[in-house]
């Protein structure tokens, strides 16, 4: 969306993005390699218009929407309501410790 906005084409956007991210996975899968997709959009001339803020188009809190507020939500009504009648065992749980 961000290339849309900069008057990219989306569609050129994306088969920009699968040409390179099919490159990236090749060089992890058969070569071993990290990923390096990142390395190859901000080497990509198509790009140019968006580096400026690559790096806060990939921040993943701008991808959850809601959730961390209905998670909260979910888990202090209907998952504490579930727990209520195991409130006892519950307080008398332990933590457990493997060694291997």
Do not use: W
């Not at 961000?2 to 099919?22: M, P, T």
Request: glycine residues 4%; positive net charge; aromatic residues 6%.
């Amino acid at each position: 969306m961000a290339c849309v906005k900069k008057g990219l084409s989306r569609q050129d956007a994306h088969e920009e993005i699968r040409v390179l991210s099919h490159q990236a996975a090749d060089n992890v899968k058969k070569q071993g390699k990290d990923n390096d997709l990142l390395e190859r959009i901000r080497r990509t001339a198509f790009f140019e218009p968006i580096i400026p803020e690559l790096e806060s188009l990939l921040d993943a809190r701008t991808f959850v929407g809601r959730a961390p507020q209905q998670v909260q939500k979910f888990t202090t009504t209907e998952v504490a309501a579930a727990l209520k009648p195991y409130a006892s065992h519950i307080a008398k749980a332990e933590t457990a410790a493997l060694y291997v």
